[in-house]
């Protein structure tokens, strides 16, 4: 099965995530995706996305555990997801990495019952917020709506203990050449065009 997301990345995304004690997997997502080697857009995303909310999970729920096998199963399931699942297949890639991660947690396969049943509202939650954005992609803004999402989603369904970042507004979309601009529900009232886009 082929891998998408390259290894520096991935690499970069697990090492945060192994020493990050944090509960707050918006905020691990956003440290995460201001280190200088990150991209703007990218499949690494995807891994992100399961990485820092099953993290958070270990860090509440099985602290000096072995977060690492998790996250292997993790970078092993998102990797999987090929680019432009949003634009291909009408479903965000981070959407499929939320059910990544909460099919790890709750040990779901495609013949458990309730299982299933709560893996499928917590994407369909995640899902339903994607709809009510307009493209082009914006890898930054998916990963942090669905972080979120499923942060809360998990929260309510899990009864996981997440420290809920509200999403706020974007600290990216200047380095974002198609950003949505007020299009976007994260965009900074009165930001100037984004210095990478195109002029005309």
């Known amino acids: ?35 200088e080697e990150m991209r703007m857009h990218g499949p690494e995303h995807h891994y992100l996305t399961a990485a820092v909310l099953l993290a958070a999970y270990c860090n509440e729920k099985n602290p000096g555990g072995d977060k690492g096998e998790i996250l292997q199963k993790a970078l092993f399931r ?18 499929l990495a939320v059910g990544a991660a909460v099919s790890l947690i709750l040990k779901a396969t495609p013949f458990s019952k309730d299982e299933l049943q709560v893996l499928n509202t917590i994407t ?12 082009p ?26 420290i809920l970042e509200k999403p706020g507004e974007c600290e990216f ?26 002029k005309g």
Do not use: D, W
């Open 1 to 35: 099965m082929k891998n998408h997301i390259p290894e520096k990345y991935a690499r970069l995304i697990t090492e945060y995530c192994l020493e990050s004690p944090s509960l707050n997997p918006l905020g691990m997502a956003r440290a995460i995706m201001k280190h």
């Open 78 to 95: 998102t990797g999987a997801i090929p680019p432009g699942t949003c634009g291909f297949y009408g479903v965000c890639g981070a959407v």
């Open 124 to 135: 369909a939650r995640c899902q339903q917020g994607m709809v009510r954005l307009k493209g």
């Open 137 to 162: 992609r914006c890898c930054k803004r998916a990963t942090v709506l669905n972080v979120y999402l499923a942060a809360r989603a998990m929260n309510n369904l899990l009864e996981t203990a997440f």
């Open 173 to 198: 979309c200047q380095a974002n050449e198609t950003c949505s601009l007020a299009e976007c529900p994260f965009y900074p009232p009165g930001t100037k065009l984004p210095l990478l886009r195109p």
